[in-house]
């Protein structure tokens, strides 16, 4: 029965969120007639008033949303690129709220390169350290051995998450430092800011939201193990 309760709960934490994140982008994504543009002309539009030299607009694959700094491109998905919904205008403008950030050359703009390496070294170290738990086991030939092997397993995987969180200012900031200011000065109707407000925080918490999906891989060492 524990087992299962484990299973129930890592599995809320792991797509919860996901279908938060989806559930908001979803909801206001009907196209407004009275949007002026789609999202990748706010876009470009933003990118040529904020001076932005070399940055680029370019459609990418579905749920594909990013600012990259190396090439300074600023990704849109199919549906965001050619949109005039309110979360196209919202997740363009929050994207290119990172391109500022960097050209800015900010503090937050920093968080990403500084958490994210450690963070995927730490989810290397957790998996090794799971799928050699059978290994220890046999050669220990102790319980206990086995069980703090697991656990300090699925503490690492959890610490991998934390250091994803770690970047949550940044996007943050992307959203509400950058993004909500830009559309508040007649880019949207005043009515709608309330749902653009909603779509800035499910942007700022896709990434977040998406490492969170790593701890269902727990589950399924928990479930290899057992």
Not at 78 to 99: C, F, K, M, Q, W
Request: hydrophobic fraction near 50%; glycine fraction near 8%; avoid cysteine.
């Amino acid at each position: 029965m524990l087992f299962i309760l484990l299973g129930l709960i890592l599995v809320v934490l792991a797509f919860g969120p996901q279908y938060w994140v989806r559930h908001i982008i979803r909801k206001h994504h009907t196209p407004l007639e009275n949007m002026p543009g789609t999202g990748a002309e706010l876009a470009e539009h933003l990118i040529e008033r904020f001076k932005l030299e070399g940055v680029k607009v370019q459609e990418t694959g579905p749920d594909q949303n990013y600012y990259s700094p190396a090439e300074k491109i600023v990704g849109l998905s199919p549906d965001v690129y050619h949109g005039r919904s309110l979360s196209s205008v919202a997740i363009a403008t929050h994207e290119v709220g990172h391109a500022i950030q960097y050209n800015r050359k900010e503090a937050v703009s920093k968080l990403r390169s500084k958490y994210t390496v450690p963070a995927k070294m730490v989810q290397g170290i957790g998996i090794f350290i799971l799928s050699s738990t059978p290994f220890i086991g046999l050669l220990a030939k102790a319980p206990a051995v086995m069980a703090l092997t697991v656990v300090a397993g699925i503490a690492t995987m959890l610490a991998s998450v934390v250091f994803h969180a770690m970047v949550l200012p940044e996007e943050y900031d992307a959203s509400f430092g950058k993004a909500l200011p830009i559309l508040k000065e007649g880019y949207v109707p005043e009515e709608h800011l309330p749902a653009v407000r909603e779509v800035l925080k499910a942007a700022a918490y896709t990434y977040v939201a998406g490492a969170l999906a790593d701890i269902l891989s727990i589950w399924r060492w928990l479930l290899i193990l057992r």
